[in-house]
T-cell receptor
Framework: SQQGEEDPQALSIQEGENATMNCSYK?????LQWYRQNSGRGLVHLIL?????REKHSGRLRVTLDTSKKSSSLLITASRAADTASYFC???????????FGKGNQVVVIP | NAGVTQTPKFQVLKTGQSMTLQCAQD?????MSWYRQDPGMGLRLIHY???????DQGEVPNGYNVSRSTTEDFPLRLLSAAPSQTSVYFC?????????????FGPGTRLLVL
């Protein structure tokens, strides 16, 4: 099964800065999703972008999708200490929409 | 709504013991899945179900059994626990259909097999 692969895997930034994470995948997809996981908690869905979309916004989040390069990026603008978490991309393919997760990016926002 | 609930939160087993991880959702979601999360590995799909009475294997099904007798419940059974099954287990659910594709995750069960 395909898996997303995030890059970089660990990011430390100052509050107010922007954080960018990338994800690559290997095969065709239905959609790509980003999830956040706070330490010791379950995953929370952030944003979904479909294979026919190129960019999507949700609050301080901006996600892009380049299907020709099989890659996506997640941008968090004006970061806050509360954004400290791990961020995972997940790709959906096939009729039952099984999700394949990447290994995650750990983001630390320093107040 | 309570969303997706999982019990227990923590469990310690000895090698060879069996146990069942419980998962329930009150959102009437057709799709349910079990994942395990290991350090540096992301989440890997163990088993999933697209409705009551229907289950299928995911990426890492060996050593685990599932059943889906009701829409609400999707228990995961470890038949004979092994140290390699030490992990954090997450249950997730979502509605069927292509317009409701985001998954809702439970808080996880942390399992240690000695």
């Amino acid at each position: 099964s395909q898996q997303g692969e995030e890059d970089p895997q660990a990011l430390s930034i100052q509050e107010g800065e922007n954080a960018t994470m990338n994800c690559s995948y290997k095969t065709s997809i239905n959609n790509l999703q980003w999830y956040r996981q706070n330490s010791g908690r379950g995953l929370v869905h952030l944003i979904l972008i479909r294979s026919n979309e190129r960019e999507k916004h949700s609050g301080r989040l901006r996600v892009t999708l380049d299907t020709s390069k099989k890659s996506s990026s997640l941008l968090i603008t004006a970061s806050r200490a509360a954004d400290t978490a791990s961020y995972f991309c997940a790709t959906s393919q096939g009729g039952n929409n099984r999700l394949a997760f990447g290994k995650g990016n750990q983001v630390v926002v320093i107040p | 709504n309570a969303g997706v609930t999982q019990t227990p939160k923590f469990q310690v087993l000895k090698t060879g013991q069996s146990m069942t991880l419980q998962c329930a959702q009150d959102m009437n979601h057709e799709y349910m899945s079990w994942y395990r999360q290991d350090p540096g590995m992301g989440l890997r799909l163990i088993h999933y179900s697209v409705g009551a009475g229907i289950t299928d294997q995911g990426e890492v099904p060996n050593g685990y059994n599932v059943s889906r007798s009701t829409t609400e419940d999707f228990p995961l059974r470890l038949l004979s626990a092994a140290p390699s099954q030490t992990s954090v287990y997450f249950c997730a659910s979502r509605p069927a259909g292509t317009k409701q594709e985001t998954q809702y995750f439970g808080p996880g069960t942390r399992l240690l097999v000695l």
